[in-house]
């Protein structure tokens, strides 16, 4: 089973960046789509972003323009680009893989990484 780390986060102001980063202990070359995901306490795990393994991405509305996902197989690693931060983006964040046609995760969820923003 592969597991997930993820790292990058931290207390940033209003209109700062952050890049966030997901190791992962096996290969993802095979892994159809790895995506962001973010939680509020509370409330339910939303997808930020997906990249499939052939480079194609989508994003949610609310980041749109904002964030960029990439995913490097080589390295078995998917980072999270994260500029013009609002107070919104304020939550845990996570990496997981998706099989083809589904939108449930494949592996075991990380600890995730805080991201603040506040001034």
């Known amino acids: 089973q592969v597991q997930l780390v993820e790292s990058g986060g931290g207390l940033v102001q209003p209109g700062g960046s952050l890049r966030l980063s997901c190791a992962a202990s096996?290969?993802?070359?095979?892994?159809?789509?790895m995506g962001w995901y973010r939680q509020l306490p509370g409330k339910q795990r939303e997808t930020v972003a997906v990249?499939?393994?052939?480079?194609?991405?989508n994003y949610s509305d609310s980041v749109k323009g904002r964030f960029t996902i990439s995913r490097d197989n080589a390295k078995n690693t998917v980072s999270l680009q994260m500029n013009s931060l609002k107070s919104e983006d304020t939550a845990v964040y996570y990496c997981n893989g998706r099989r083809f046609g589904e939108t449930s995760a494949i592996f075991s969820w990380g600890q995730g990484t805080q991201v603040t923003v506040s001034s």
């Open positions: 990249i499939t393994r052939s480079g194609n991405t």
């Open positions: 096996g290969s993802i070359g095979s892994i159809y789509a």
